[in-house]
């Protein structure tokens, strides 16, 4: 909350702990720099130390600080972001202080995609940490099926992992029901990254483009490298092809509005917020089975194998060239983001955390 380039953090989780904010006291614990103006007044901040100092004596002096508090006002619960380091310490400060510890898993916390070199696990001293996290915590979430099931396979664990979704504010996103016309306008909204896939993403939308009039606008981070214009200039699409750079999230409607279909093109994602975010807005989606479209399936979006370029043009041409399975695809997303949205979301929080605190924290 209130941290990163733009002072907005995750979108989706500072939303989360506003909602949540309503029910329960939260202090919340951080190092980095926040833009205060951007945390609801219902949290209280704890920003422990503001100079450079190695990251260890921060956790050490975190924990000074966290006992103070909890010595004058005894905290019920602590909720971790990530195994590490926040897991873990969070893990510690449970057992010192004798509270229950619920760890959420958001990304690569339980993943390990060696040809890419992504995920905790790759890392042999990340994933026994991970592994002694997911032992010590007394409640574990992840906030997908799909997120479930790698975990459970890349950690070989049997305990216990609630599947606890974060969702969108569907409220900022104006519904649009449209139909394609031409150039169809595709969108893809995610940082610059092997994980992200962007060159399957841009050799099928060269694909496309020799069969219908297009243009793709990429909203992200970190394409200004060589790589990119290289790749772009061999496909030849560099004309067809607009980089807005990073935007605040308030701006997204406004490129969401006169898109007709999200291509996303991840090895491995989660909940993924800007997949929501389309439904949300009546564009179509057209990605990769991981995350929530695996969880989902193909009644709410057009679904390919990740990696699989030659299946992902056909997909995207399928969506532009069947008028009624787009309007079908986009209707029914639009009407289940709606249904399972962010107040959605808070509420099973809420609904867990009450029952963790009920049984005292023995859940294992």
């Given at each position: 909350?209130?941290?990163?380039?733009?002072?907005e953090?995750?979108p989706?989780l500072?939303?989360?702990?506003?909602?949540?904010?309503?029910?329960?006291?939260?202090?919340?614990?951080?190092?980095?720099?926040?833009?205060?103006?951007?945390?609801?007044?219902?949290?209280?901040?704890?920003?422990?130390?503001?100079?450079?100092?190695?990251?260890?004596?921060?956790?050490?002096?975190l924990?000074?600080?966290?006992?103070?508090?909890?010595?004058?006002?005894?905290?019920?619960?602590i909720?971790?972001?990530?195994?590490?380091?926040?897991?873990?310490?969070?893990?510690?400060?449970?057992?010192?202080?004798?509270?229950?510890?619920?760890?959420?898993?958001?990304?690569?916390?339980?993943?390990?995609?060696?040809d890419?070199g992504y995920?905790?696990?790759t890392?042999?001293?990340?994933?026994k940490v991970t592994e002694?996290?997911?032992?010590?915590?007394?409640?574990?979430?992840?906030?997908?099926?799909?997120?479930?099931?790698?975990?459970q396979?890349?950690?070989?664990?049997?305990?216990?992992?609630?599947?606890?979704?974060?969702?969108?504010?569907?409220?900022?996103?104006?519904?649009r029901?449209?139909?394609?016309?031409?150039p169809?306008?595709?969108?893809?909204?995610?940082?610059?990254?092997?994980?992200?896939d962007?060159?399957?993403?841009f050799?099928?939308?060269?694909?496309?483009t020799?069969?219908?009039?297009?243009?793709?606008?990429?909203?992200?981070?970190?394409?200004?490298?060589?790589?990119?214009q290289?790749?772009?200039?061999?496909?030849?699409?560099?004309?067809?092809?607009t980089f807005?750079?990073q935007l605040?999230?308030?701006?997204?409607?406004?490129?969401?509005?006169?898109?007709?279909?999200?291509?996303?093109?991840?090895h491995?994602?989660?909940?993924?917020a800007?997949?929501?975010?389309?439904?949300?807005?009546?564009v179509?989606?057209?990605?990769?089975?991981?995350g929530?479209?695996?969880?989902?399936?193909?009644?709410y979006?057009?679904?390919?194998?990740?990696g699989?370029?030659?299946?992902?043009?056909?997909?995207m041409?399928?969506?532009v060239?069947t008028?009624?399975?787009y309007?079908?695809?986009s209707?029914?997303?639009?009407?289940?983001i709606?249904k399972?949205?962010?107040?959605w979301?808070?509420h099973?929080?809420?609904?867990?955390?009450?029952?963790?605190?009920?049984k005292?924290?023995?859940?294992?």
């Amino acid at each position: 909350m209130g941290g990163g380039p733009l002072g907005e953090g995750i979108p989706v989780l500072a939303d989360l702990f506003n909602r949540l904010s309503r029910t329960f006291d939260i202090v919340y614990y951080c190092f980095s720099p926040i833009d205060s103006a951007k945390v609801p007044p219902t949290i209280k901040v704890r920003r422990v130390v503001s100079w450079r100092l190695p990251g260890r004596l921060k956790y050490v002096l975190l924990c000074a600080r966290f006992a103070i508090d909890h010595l004058f006002n005894r905290y019920a619960l602590i909720f971790a972001v990530a195994a590490y380091p926040t897991g873990w310490w969070a893990a510690v400060l449970g057992k010192i202080v004798g509270r229950p510890v619920l760890v959420q898993f958001i990304a690569l916390e339980a993943v390990a995609l060696y040809d890419i070199g992504y995920g905790n696990l790759t890392k042999p001293w990340l994933r026994k940490v991970t592994e002694n996290v997911c032992k010590w915590t007394t409640a574990l979430v992840t906030v997908a099926e799909y997120q479930k099931k790698v975990a459970q396979h890349s950690l070989s664990t049997r305990r216990e992992i609630a599947v606890l979704p974060l969702r969108v504010d569907t409220k900022i996103f104006q519904y649009r029901a449209r139909t394609v016309s031409h150039p169809v306008q595709f969108i893809h909204i995610a940082y610059y990254s092997p994980i992200k896939d962007q060159h399957t993403l841009f050799a099928a939308f060269a694909s496309v483009t020799q069969v219908i009039d297009c243009h793709l606008t990429v909203v992200g981070d970190g394409f200004g490298v060589p790589i990119v214009q290289t790749l772009l200039k061999d496909l030849n699409i560099t004309d067809k092809v607009t980089f807005t750079g990073q935007l605040p999230h308030s701006e997204l409607p406004l490129y969401f509005h006169p898109a007709h279909i999200l291509v996303h093109t991840s090895h491995f994602e989660t909940g993924c917020a800007v997949i929501q975010e389309a439904m949300a807005s009546g564009v179509a989606v057209c990605g990769t089975e991981v995350g929530i479209l695996a969880d989902i399936g193909d009644r709410y979006a057009a679904i390919v194998p990740p990696g699989d370029r030659a299946k992902l043009a056909e997909k995207m041409l399928e969506l532009v060239n069947t008028p009624g399975r787009y309007r079908e695809i986009s209707r029914e997303a639009f009407e289940w983001i709606s249904k399972y949205d962010a107040a959605w979301s808070a509420h099973q929080y809420q609904l867990f955390i009450q029952e963790m605190l009920i049984k005292g924290g023995s859940q294992s």
